[in-house]
């Protein structure tokens, strides 16, 4: 999933876009999109590509800034995830989640074949579809005292009761597909990976590893939490208010997804207009006035993170250098950046070299290659491309992921500059946000 980072300096960066907060007037919904800046992803990920073919030797830099891992390293469960790319947030969220316990991923993989199964043309399907059921079922069967021994203690009770509802789910799936019934089987297998993943949480106990300390007092998200973007989509007779349900994932982005928890907290992206929509991104997080990311009220002074990237099969995440400088170019990301038909990906804008162009947060010309200067803006990633195909893309290892669009995210394609989110509210995990700036008289 990484690339090279050499030679993409020679992308121009133009200048971000303005945020037009103050700005009512109707703008007409379109599927194209903004289309006048000359600033060309496709160009920019040319360049870095063709610079992988003149590095000869992989790279010598170190690994800094490590975070340390509080018990050894998961071992692989890629056996249980093989095939082709993952392209569904939800399967994504479930595999990120920082358990070791083979009996509950044997449940879950052939619920998750479901989705490819029902690829198959009428009701053909349900041949398939039956057997992912009769492997799920006796996968439970024969795995449930492992199961049950992988539950964190204080979740123990929660975690039996969901278990038994999934025995039974599992049960009704198989009816619905003896009758033949197509059209039910999506929505029940939706609910039974919905308990699948419930379980899965159930088995964490506690954070898994230390935020290194340089990195420490800031807002941290330590596990996962919900919130509900509220867009109003102007001029859209079908949908005037729209509600995309973001998942936030501390576990494997604790100062990325806690940075954002805190300023939905501080209300700073209410009333905020999407300021970037061309089709391949949706863009917002730049405030008006000078400043290109929140100013700290209590200091003054632009609040930035590191960049932070998991590496899928480390405990902990890799702190302030791309994939790319640390030459780890095959190395897969926990949380892919994926680009699809449907699913949105949401992600946080990072000061990288020029190539990230309108994504740049950058104060002064220093700042224009500085990983570790994201402050606010944040981007959706809507379609995918030939050079940046899912599981095998040039950004990643280069943008730090922290959540999944899990709802309506099928508008997002529908957003364009000017609509306005009217709110972000949290639905839930914000027990889990520590350090919370937003608490402090400033």
Known sequence: MAAALASSRCCGRPPLLPTGRGRRSVARCALSGEKGNSFSWKECAISVALSVG???????????????????????????????????????LRYALPIDNKAIREVQKPLEDITDSLKVAGVRALDSVERNVRQASRALSNGRSLILTGLAEPKRANGEEILDKLAVGLEELQRIV????????????????????TIEEDMVDGFPYEVPEEY??????????????????KDNPNVEDCVFRIVLDGYNAPVTSGNFLDLV???????????????????????EGPAEGFIDPSTGKSRTIPLEIMVDGEKAPIYGETLEELGLYKAQTKLPLMHLERWQWLERAHAFPNCSGWICIKKNFSMEFDDNSASSQIFWLLKESELTPSNSNILDGRYAVFGYVTENEDYLADLKVGDVIESI???????????????IVG
Do not use: C
């Open 54 to 92: 003149l590095i000869t030797a992989p790279s010598t830099f170190g690994w800094s800034a490590h975070a340390s891992p509080l018990e050894p390293v998961i071992p692989n469960i890629s056996v249980l995830i093989s095939g082709p790319p993952i392209k569904d947030p939800g399967a994504l």
């Open 178 to 197: 003896e009758d033949r019934n197509r059209k039910a089987v999506a929505p029940k297998q939706k609910e039974l990976l919905n308990y699948v993943g």
């Open 216 to 233: 420490n007092n800031m807002p941290l998200l330590k596990g996962r939490a919900t919130v509900d973007m509220k867009v109003k989509i």
């Open 265 to 287: 907290e501080r209300k700073f992206y209410d009333g905020m207009e999407v300021q970037r929509a061309d089709g391949f991104v949706v863009q917002t997080g730049d405030p």
């Open 425 to 439: 509210q949290v639905v839930s995990g914000l027990d889990n946000l520590v350090n919370p700036s937003y608490k």
